[in-house]
């Protein structure tokens, strides 16, 4: 069942408009954490067409493994939300201005009161180990950032197509200050990416090479490598399984 739900965080007159993915079962459940959460079930709500189409894949799972998801909308804000750090490579320019508080923000209130919410809410297993984020593109930054620098809040970090290019030498930093031996980091890329008109397959390619051998040696890390992947949301549900069987080995 995929379930329309809204959180209104304490003080924001918006709230995060959530898409639940709740497995027929009785028993307590782990929790995957997804952003771009338009992007996760229906693709009539995406903004290009297709989605991940998660829910098959989810229905899959839960044969073993009791898994809900959360998918989070990301809204009209999208590089801000997802930018923890400065934007230094942009191919629009307004993206220069980025506003690093509002990623913060968002990210204070995934870990400090929407994860209370949910467990509050829904039959979860409680704890980090139980619990797992998602994101892709720029949401994968975002992903990292909430899985490194909030220690207690996810156990395992799905990161598709890391734009980790824009942030230049920022990023970089962050992952080494940040990374220890208790991370499991699933890192996955296509050879056939472009996004925006200004960024081929090569970039793509190489900041993910790069930043899986920055991590490989110091935690808990696999690279999937899709020949044929484009920078969609159709290439991005081929591999979703993998990052579930990493977490689930």
Request: charge should be neutral.
């Given at each position: 069942?995929?379930?329309?739900?809204f959180?209104?965080?304490?003080?924001?007159?918006?709230?995060l408009?959530?898409?639940?993915?709740?497995?027929?079962?009785?028993?307590?459940?782990?929790?995957?954490?997804?952003?771009?959460?338009e992007?996760?079930?229906?693709?009539?709500?995406?903004?290009?067409?297709?989605?991940l189409?998660?829910?098959?894949?989810?229905?899959?799972?839960?044969?073993?493994?009791?898994?809900?998801?959360?998918?989070?909308?990301?809204?009209?804000?999208r590089?801000?939300l997802?930018?923890?750090?400065?934007?230094?490579?942009?191919?629009?320019?307004?993206?220069?201005?980025?506003?690093t508080?509002?990623?913060?923000?968002?990210?204070?209130?995934?870990?400090?009161?929407?994860?209370?919410?949910?467990?509050?809410?829904?039959n979860?297993?409680?704890?980090?180990?139980?619990?797992?984020?998602?994101?892709?593109?720029?949401a994968?930054?975002?992903?990292?950032?909430?899985?490194?620098?909030?220690?207690?809040?996810?156990?395992?970090i799905?990161?598709?197509?890391?734009?980790?290019?824009?942030?230049?030498?920022?990023?970089?930093?962050?992952?080494?200050?940040?990374?220890?031996?208790e991370?499991?980091?699933?890192?996955?890329?296509?050879?056939?990416?472009?996004?925006?008109?200004?960024?081929?397959?090569?970039?793509?390619?190489d900041?993910?090479?790069?930043?899986?051998?920055e991590?490989?040696?110091?935690?808990?890390?696999?690279?999937?490598?899709?020949?044929?992947?484009?920078?969609?949301?159709?290439?991005?549900?081929?591999?979703?399984?993998?990052?579930?069987?990493?977490?689930?080995?």
């Amino acid at each position: 069942m995929i379930k329309h739900d809204f959180f209104y965080p304490k003080g924001q007159a918006s709230p995060l408009e959530l898409y639940i993915y709740i497995p027929n079962t009785n028993v307590s459940m782990d929790v995957l954490y997804l952003l771009d959460g338009e992007n996760a079930f229906r693709d009539y709500l995406t903004m290009y067409g297709r989605s991940l189409r998660l829910q098959k894949k989810l229905d899959y799972v839960n044969i073993n493994n009791p898994l809900m998801a959360v998918a989070i909308k990301a809204g009209d804000d999208r590089t801000n939300l997802y930018s923890p750090f400065k934007i230094k490579n942009a191919p629009i320019k307004d993206w220069l201005n980025n506003d690093t508080s509002v990623a913060k923000e968002f990210s204070n209130v995934v870990v400090n009161e929407l994860i209370s919410y949910v467990d509050n809410k829904y039959n979860t297993n409680k704890g980090k180990s139980h619990r797992y984020i998602y994101g892709s593109s720029l949401a994968a930054i975002e992903a990292l950032f909430l899985g490194l620098n909030y220690k207690d809040s996810f156990s395992y970090i799905g990161a598709f197509s890391t734009a980790s290019f824009i942030y230049d030498e920022e990023f970089n930093k962050f992952i080494k200050k940040e990374l220890n031996k208790e991370h499991n980091i699933f890192l996955y890329v296509g050879e056939k990416e472009e996004s925006d008109g200004a960024y081929d397959s090569k970039i793509y390619l190489d900041t993910s090479l790069k930043l899986y051998n920055e991590i490989k040696d110091k935690c808990n890390s696999r690279l999937m490598i899709n020949k044929i992947g484009t920078h969609s949301e159709k290439s991005w549900s081929t591999y979703i399984l993998d990052f579930i069987s990493f977490i689930y080995k």
